[in-house]
């Protein structure tokens, strides 16, 4: 039901299938700039509504109201696609070739690892398809509609295009509707919208090229009423919605690739490049040089198997799981592994600021009474507020009274039901002491004139000290022109009437509004009040239609105030190379007032703001070079959000949105990580988040980047100490070949040199704590490799002096004994114990090896001294000496091993020194 129907425009013209109102550029109908009338015509209807059998009709042909996801990946292909990655089919060629050896310890290691790595990837992806379900349980159960002339409660999902809908406080809307009648109907639409104030309501036409947010004479599937009544004529259903749009985006929008899976995707075909190169180069030198064809085959394949780091996936996963448990502490929930590294490389944070940087309810932020302005909670307020002869008392009596809110005390504490707006003034009314209940209790309401879009004010009929008082609130520009002076303290009455103004004075009617207009450029919601005492004659159930001779009692300025913290952890963010960048769906000038309080931009910064209607002027590129440094985007659409995002990315950020809406999920979804609200956000955002913030606090986010760089740095220690200790090995392995030398180890001592220095030495690198001033640090940049330029060079560095020493150590032995055996052993024990103290090294990057106490990680130093008692237990057991073709080694070989081993440390902490005092910085790594 997508297509525009036949109908006429608010001019009057014709309108052919497939056309738009001028001005409508979405591809989408342009309901809002129709007359009611017209809509009816366009959707065959009238403001009757349908018939039964038409309704039937309808909803045969075009299928129920309700949103359908895609039918689930075959759980199949989900599984298929964790054995894509190169360095999980590196490890499949490495079990095929040791299992045809019939080395089957090596087959079962291998097919561990990769078991474990597909478990956990198939078990992520599965959960993707959730988004969309969530979003059908924001279409309402039943839906009240006028069929047949009569009114009837249907299920939603039979809602048709052209019923007509009925509207009630606390309905939830069934479909998209063009109102065609409001009776102070007021609708919540922050989850579509962002933005926290319910909207009014009225059935004017709207400009075309109005955003979302503006299409006052609208009401959005998904959205909740939440004052008021209405009814309208259905134009879309389904998918057809702009809630089905959102689900749309999020069905249809890919996951971006995170940094993490890059990097690793570019290591592994780097590694598999190498190993194959290097045992196809093993293989030729052995034949070269007169070796068995069969042995010269089983020590390619040993290498192979000894410089493949088939345990860096598993070690990945517990690095990132480490991660995730850390993160859980800080109240942050991770749903895939992935992100947590991600985090550590994010250089823009998008966030929503309805319910994330902010909380999500309207606070009286100041009440001015003509001559000053006061805080709610301030020192002085309560005792102003007290005396009922002031004009802050009766400011605060107005709000209270002309008022449709409901206050009442559940264990000590206020709470408020009704619109956010009206529910703000008893809560500031209670804060300056007036108790609201108390207030209504002393002066009963005996007349009101509801809110009215239209009207652009409301009023109250309240009996005070046996008088009957008007109360006015509304739209400032509207009261002041019903006032004629200000009031001021009441010396004798608690108000005044037409004829006696010995409590008013004079109004400046250009003063007072541009009080307000100050209030306003500030972000705030402002609202004015007045009073005027009726003539004892008046009935009091009748309050008059136009009231006039009011004096002003002033203004109270209202916002959804910043969340407590959040400023600070934008600061720190910014501390760490993080841009914060507000995306919502509010008004400019309010989203720039928060931001302001925030520190998300300065004060003289007007031009850091971008509109929806900005976004949509522009081009890609365009957008590309706006988003490069605008601070604050209002007015945001859906696709608004999801083009800033994708433009942020475009530049080479990488992004992480936040959010709490069905409005935020799509972008949530297109950003590297998307964090969700857990406690008041919706299923939708959670479901296409990667990360939820339990507590809802931005402040979380934070601790959580700290805790993804940390887990950052684990993985790139492990990678170091697999990658540097298998390149020593290979070119130890290969320049003794090159020299003509006997194979300086047979494939089983290979075999168990992998498993002695790397089984538990990697996995315990998992666990090493963050190190100080992570959060002080610049973010990585996307295509930064999982290994630095630094660490590049010490591999060289590392591999150079393992490939020198170990061979001296071989050919001292073996001209001293003339035991092949005993040369190999050596050879072996020196390569073990250089990887044990190399392993101190690896803790940091760039800090000594002194500097970090052993017992910060103590699994690494069990598994260190572990690995070095199990390679001289062996020599001396006649089973592995016999399989390892080893035996025990004299005191002076271990002592020359321990002394050539040492120079390792010496290398690596003569490195970072160098390299320190020379200012290195990391740049681009593979």
């Keep these: 039901m997508g297509d525009v129907r ?16 001028d001005g409508d550029t979405s591809g989408r109908p342009g309901w809002h700039t129709l007359k009611a009338n017209a809509v009816a015509e366009a959707c065959g209807s009238s403001v009757h509504g349908l018939d039964d059998d038409e309704a039937a009709q309808r909803h045969h042909d075009h299928g129920p109201n309700e949103l359908e996801g895609e039918p689930p990946t075959p759980m199949w292909r989900t599984m298929v696609h964790q054995f894509t990655d190169p360095l999980v089919v590196v490890l499949l060629v490495a079990a095929v070739v040791t299992l045809l050896k019939r080395d089957y310890t090596d087959t079962i290691v291998i097919a561990a690892v990769v078991t474990l790595n597909a478990t956990i990837g198939f078990t992520q992806q599965r959960r993707a398809e959730q988004s969309v379900r969530s979003l059908a349980t924001l279409v309402s159960p039943t839906a009240r509609v006028l069929r047949s002339g009569h009114e009837r409660e249907v299920p939603s999902v039979e809602v048709v295009v052209g019923d007509v809908v009925l509207l009630e406080s606390g309905a939830r809307v069934p479909a998209d509707i063009r109102l065609a009648h409001t009776t102070s109907l007021a609708i919540d639409e922050s989850l579509l919208t962002g933005e926290s104030v319910p909207v009014d309501k009225r059935i004017d036409t709207v400009a075309a090229d109005a955003p979302l947010a503006e299409r006052t004479n609208m009401a959005w599937a998904g959205s909740v009423v939440t004052t008021g009544r209405g009814r309208g004529l259905v134009v879309d259903i389904a998918a057809d919605t702009e809630l089905g749009a959102v689900a749309d985006s999020i069905r249809t929008g890919v996951s971006p690739i ?18 194959g190169v290097s045992a196809v180069a093993a293989f030729g030198l052995g034949l070269a040089i007169g070796e068995d064809p069969g042995d010269m085959f089983s020590f390619a394949v040993a290498l192979a198997v000894m410089a493949i780091p088939e345990g860096l996936p598993v070690v990945v996963t517990i690095t990132l799981a480490l991660g995730v448990h850390r993160m859980t502490e800080r109240n942050a929930l991770i749903r895939q592994l992935p992100a947590v590294e991600t985090l550590g490389s994010t250089t823009v944070i998008g966030t929503d600021k309805t319910g994330t940087l902010t909380e999500n ?31 802050l008392h009766r400011l605060l009596a107005a709000g209270v009274l002309a008022n449709e809110a409901e206050a009442y005390l ?61 109360f006015v609130k509304g739209a400032p520009e509207r009261v002041v022109a019903m006032c004629s002076s200000l009031a001021s303290h009441d010396t004798g009455n608690s108000t005044h009437s037409d004829s006696t103004h010995s409590d008013s004075s004079d109004l400046d009617h250009d003063a007072v509004l541009a009080q307000a ?10 609202l004015a009040f007045a009073e005027r005492r009726l003539d004892p004659g008046h009935d009091p159930t009748h309050a008059p239609d136009e009231p006039r001779g009011l004096a002003l009692l002033g203004f109270s300025a209202m916002l959804d105030p910043p969340r407590p913290g959040v400023a600070d952890a934008i600061a720190a963010c910014r501390r760490a190379g993080i841009r914060t960048v507000m995306v919502t769906g509010d008004h400019a000038v309010t989203a720039l007032a928060i931001a302001r309080r925030l520190g998300i931009t300065n004060d003289h910064d007007d031009d850091a703001v971008l509109t929806g209607n900005d976004i949509d002027a522009l081009d890609d590129d365009g957008l590309r070079e706006a988003t490069r440094t605008v601070a604050v985007i209002a007015r945001a659409a859906p696709e608004h959000k999801l083009r800033v995002v994708k433009a942020l990315q475009a530049n080479g950020d990488v992004v992480a949105m936040t959010g709490d809406g069905v409005n935020d999920a799509p972008a949530l979804k297109a950003a590297d990580i998307g964090v969700a609200m857990g406690r008041d956000g919706t299923d939708v955002a959670r479901d296409a988040a990667d990360m939820v913030l339990a507590d809802d606090n931005y402040v979380t986010i934070a601790g959580a980047v700290e805790e993804g760089r940390a887990a ?40 168990w040199l992998n498993l002695v220095t790397k089984g538990l030495q990697d996995v315990a690198l998992a666990f090493e704590p963050p190190e100080p001033g992570l959060l002080d640090r610049a973010p990585r940049r996307r295509n930064e490799g999982v290994m630095s330029p630094l660490l590049w060079e010490r591999t060289a560095l590392v591999a150079i002096v393992m490939a020198a020493g170990t061979p001296v150590q071989f050919n001292w032995v073996l001209d001293a004994t003339g035991s092949l055996t005993a040369a190999r052993t050596a050879a072996l024990t020196t390569m073990v114990v250089f990887q044990a103290y190399f392993l101190i090294t690896v803790r940091s990057e760039t800090r000594p090896a002194l500097a970090t106490p052993p017992m910060t990680n103590p699994f690494l130093f069990v598994a260190a001294i572990g690995g070095l008692a199990i390679n001289v237990v062996a020599m001396y057991l ?9 035996e025990p080694l004299s005191a002076m070989v271990w002592v020359r091993t321990a002394v050539i081993a040492t120079s390792i440390l010496v290398a690596v902490e003569g490195h970072k020194l160098v390299r320190n005092r020379w200012g290195y910085r990391n740049s681009t790594g593979s």
């Design 6 to 21: 036949p109908g006429v425009d608010v001019e009057g013209h014709h309108i052919t299938d497939g056309e738009t109102t």
């Design 712 to 751: 950052f740095d684990n993985v790139r220690k492990v990678t170091f100490f697999l990658l540097a200790s298998g390149v020593a090995g290979i070119v130890a392995l290969l320049g003794g070949l090159v020299l003509g030398w006997p194979l300086l180890m047979v494939p089983a001592q290979i075999l």
């Design 361 to 391: 309810r309207m606070t009286v932020e100041v009440l001015w009474d003509g001559t000053r302005s006061w805080e709610p909670n301030g020192a002085d307020t309560a005792d102003a507020a007290a005396d009922r002869a002031t004009v």
């Design 517 to 526: 207009g100050d209030l306003a450029a500030q972000g705030l919601r402002v």
């Design 878 to 886: 006649p089973p592995t000496q016999a399989v390892l073709q080893i």
């Design 410 to 470: 559940v264990d000590g504490r206020l709470h408020t039901e009704g619109d956010p707006t009206e529910a703000a003034l008893l809560v500031a009314a209670d804060a300056a002491g007036a108790e609201p209940e108390q207030l209504r209790d002393d002066n009963p309401v005996t007349a009101e004139i509801p809110f009215e879009s239209d009207r652009g004010w409301s009023a109250a009929v309240a009996q005070v000290d046996g008088a009957s008082v008007l």
């Design 258 to 275: 995170t940094p993490l899976q890059q990097r690793m995707k570019r290591l592994a075909m780097l590694i598999g490049a190498t190993v």
